[in-house]
């Protein structure tokens, strides 16, 4: 049988991913969190370069995000002219532009202009790939965002593990290495990918948004899962060592967390085959909820906040399935989504900031409880939105 005929096979059957451009994606995702995960640690490393101080030094990541939302919308705008592959292609090609010109920009204005090139990249394969498995894998696609979301955990433990052994002056190998495999990423990402685009069935044209409410509702979920995940990961260390627990162990403890919420996703994929994605959500809110709560006990906060990590783990990647469900006519909210939760993730560690300046530290438990608290609440309003819908 040829590569043909086996290329012909997987079209009819829906199927949207030869199995090596799964595994292709999963290296794309760590390669994003890698990405993502280097400008904190190169923070030191930049200022001596250029002269920068700690805001300075910071703009790198916000033009990043800012880059990686702008890739999401717009990627989204054009999905519709262009193939998938066409798509991942791009995408990954702007990433690799983007990590090489931040490693070789001469001065910081270049530099600038690098991240940003590299987050137009990040947000592309974000959007794309996750667009891609909500819908290329039937009743697997839950399970197979799970693992593949995962992967983006592992980029993001690689990240400041390849800085801290290079050393933060040399932080533009790090991102050398990032560029590399996104070059080879343009041919073998993208090859293994059914071109058509997804949805070109008429039944999917777009109209307009029937249901508002249940966007909204959406939108909402995941802004607050957002805020608690960056939260707790920017927060966590500042209240352990307030509580009385040492720098190392307060860091040491984040790390924990971050690593949680890896296993979570790989942990999660048997039960996506058995239960839906708007009962494992329910149940992800009040976990979370609970292990907040306990973080205020300061013998068991270490513990608790691993507890927040694992339960906010399936969430982003759980919740596209069930949106693509409740939406159909809908092609670009899943865009809408990943873009919101992109703009939550730099918006919520000031406005964070800013009410434990009004409450103190020992607020921290207290404000990211009230938002898990609202993320339940957001879940059961969604679930009684889309039953009544599906009704």
């Not at 667009?131 to 990240?159: E, Y």
């Not at 919101?340 to 103190?360: T, Y």
Request: proline share 6%.
């Amino acid at each position: 049988m040829t590569d043909t005929d086996t290329e012909t096979r997987s079209v009819a059957a829906g199927r949207l991913f030869s199995r090596p451009a799964a595994v292709a994606s999963c290296a794309g995702f760590v390669l994003i969190g890698m990405l993502q995960a280097l400008y904190g640690p190169a923070v030191p490393g930049l200022r001596e370069e250029f002269g920068l101080s700690p805001s300075g030094a910071g703009l790198g990541l916000s033009l990043h995000f800012t880059g990686g939302v702008v890739g999401v919308l717009a990627f989204n705008a054009i999905h519709s002219r262009i193939s998938n592959r066409a798509l991942l292609a791009a995408s990954y090609g702007l990433m690799a532009v983007g990590a090489a010109g931040f490693a070789l920009a001469p001065d910081w204005p270049l530099a600038l202009c690098a991240a940003f090139l590299g987050g137009l990249g990040f947000g592309g394969i974000d959007y794309g790939l996750n667009q891609l498995f909500a819908v290329g894998f039937g009743d697997r696609s839950t399970a197979m965002l799970n693992v593949l979301n995962a992967h983006f955990g592992i980029g993001a433990v690689l990240g400041p593990a390849v800085v801290a052994w290079l050393g933060p002056g040399e932080y533009a190998y790090a991102f050398g290495a990032c560029a590399v495999p996104a070059a080879l990423l343009i041919i073998f990402g993208s090859s293994g990918v059914r071109t058509r685009a997804v949805d070109e069935t008429p039944a999917a044209v777009e109209r307009p948004l029937g249901l508002p409410r249940v966007l909204v509702g959406f939108l909402t979920l995941y802004i607050l899962n957002v805020g608690v995940e960056a939260g707790v990961g920017g927060w966590e260390p500042t209240h352990l060592e307030t509580v009385g627990y040492s720098a190392a162990v307060a860091a040491s403890a984040t790390s924990v967390y971050w690593l949680m919420m890896t296993a979570g996703r790989f942990l999660v994929v048997p039960i996506t085959l058995r239960y839906s994605p708007e009962r494992i959500l329910t149940i992800c809110a009040a976990g979370m909820t609970v292990c907040l709560l306990l973080a205020r006990v300061k013998e068991v906060a270490p513990v608790a906040y691993a507890g927040v990590g694992l339960f906010i783990a399936p969430v982003f990647p759980t919740g596209l399935p069930w949106l693509n469900r409740a939406l159909p006519q809908a092609k670009r909210a899943g865009a809408w989504v990943i873009a919101a939760s992109m703009a939550g993730g730099v918006a919520a560690p000031p406005l964070l900031g800013a009410g434990i300046e009004a409450s103190g530290i020992h607020a921290v438990p207290w404000l990211l409880t009230a938002l898990s608290a609202a993320s339940l609440a957001a879940t059961v309003w969604l679930i009684r939105l889309t039953r009544r819908n599906v009704d």
